[in-house]
């Protein structure tokens, strides 16, 4: 089920290459998930995550949307805001940092810290490393 999912989130944002600039992810940590984003303008990133390496009733689901706080070509640096539903559900509040050390600035790779705030479970607090691919346009 989760390769599935997996080839599915990757074929739709194949599909809307040409239309924007839209970037895949990877977030490997006790609670992984994988991403799919769509940069708005020059500040603004909004992205939906859905947890990975669970069964399906157990499928976390999130909307976060990333202000950019610092960006240049090789650095990202964002704060986001966002709700989480599912497996520990409640409000998430990410910040991350996203690197793209190649000469080619489409993958790269990112780091991320975000509390879980929830009245039914209590507090969480994430950590993630992964991977990020950016569908760049030429």
């Known amino acids: 089920m989760k390769k599935i999912l997996l080839t599915l989130i990757f074929c739709v944002s194949f599909a809307f290459i040409s239309q924007a600039q839209w970037t895949v992810s990877y977030h490997q940590s006790d609670l992984p998930f994988v991403g799919v984003n769509k940069q708005l303008g020059e500040k603004w990133i909004p992205e939906f995550r859905l947890g990975t390496n669970s069964f399906t009733r157990f499928l976390s689901l999130e909307l976060v949307a990333n202000y ?28 991350g940092i996203n690197y793209y050390p190649f000469a080619k600035k489409d993958f790269g790779f990112h780091l991320e810290v975000a509390p879980i705030i929830s009245t039914q479970t209590g507090g969480l607090l994430r950590g993630s490393l992964g991977f990020r691919y950016r569908f760049l346009k030429n």
Not at 68 to 79: G, P, R, T
């Open 68 to 95: 950019m706080v610092k960006s240049d070509e090789d650095l990202q640096i964002y704060l986001g805001l966002g709700g989480r539903v599912n497996t520990f559900p409640g409000v998430v509040i990410p910040a």
